[in-house]
Every structure is written in structure tokens, then in C-alpha cells.
């Protein structure tokens, strides 16, 4: 009888973030750097303010109706905010994968 040989588990990977929590660190970054409040950003959205605190923190996945309500109140357009969300994914993506060791040879494909 012929098995197949098992495969090593594999080493667990970075967490990868999740969408929502970087679309609310993003939104939360860009109201801090205008030095506005949660009250003014959320009136200005017309959203509650508890309700835009739990997407900053990435405990709800906002509509893209919210989403864009809360980028227009920040003065971005959503295509500026989903912009800026998938630049700090890419970063995240970048740092979590395995950089070659001092030494390691890699080939060409």
C-alpha cells in the first residue's frame, strides 16, 4: 500500500488585518490630523457618534453609504478613502511577508 507523504505544518502566518479595521484606522488617522472631534466628524456625516466610533475602531463593517458620508465629511472623496485603506494594506501585506536571510541564495524562475 502506497501513502502520501504528509506535508510539515506550515509556520502560522502574520494575521492579516481585516478590512474594516483599516478603513477605520484610516478614517480616525485623517480626522485626528485635522484635529476634529468624533461629535463634529459624526454630525457632519449625519451618522451617530457611537456608530462612527465602532467603524473607527473596526467593530462594525460600515456600508459603503456610511463609509462615504464620513470621507465627504472629512473632505475626501470614498475613492480617496478606499485609496488610502488599500495603501496601509498593502503596507501590511509587505511587512508581514519572509525577507531572505543574509546569506540565502534565491533563483530565478
Known amino acids: ?11 502560522p502566518a502574520a ?17 485626528l490630523a485635522q484635529e476634529r472631534t468624533l ?3 459624526a ?9 462612527l466610533s465602532e467603524v473607527e475602531r473596526g467593530r462594525k463593517e460600515a456600508s459603503s453609504e456610511v463609509l462615504a458620508a464620513g470621507a465627504r465629511a472629512l473632505g475626501l472623496s470614498l475613492a480617496d478613502l478606499l ?9 501590511h501585506a ?8 543574509q546569506g540565502d541564495i534565491r533563483l530565478a524562475a
Open 1 to 11: 500500500m502506497r501513502t502520501t507523504p504528509v506535508s510539515p505544518p506550515r509556520s
Open 15 to 31: 494575521k492579516e488585518p481585516l478590512w474594516r479595521d483599516i478603513v477605520g484606522d484610516v478614517l480616525r488617522r485623517e480626522r
Open 39 to 41: 461629535k463634529d466628524v
Open 43 to 51: 454630525e457632519a456625516a449625519r451618522i451617530s457618534m457611537p456608530y
Open 83 to 91: 485609496s488610502l485603506a488599500q495603501g496601509e494594506l498593502t503596507r
Open 94 to 101: 509587505q511587512a508581514a511577508r519572509p525577507r531572505p536571510r
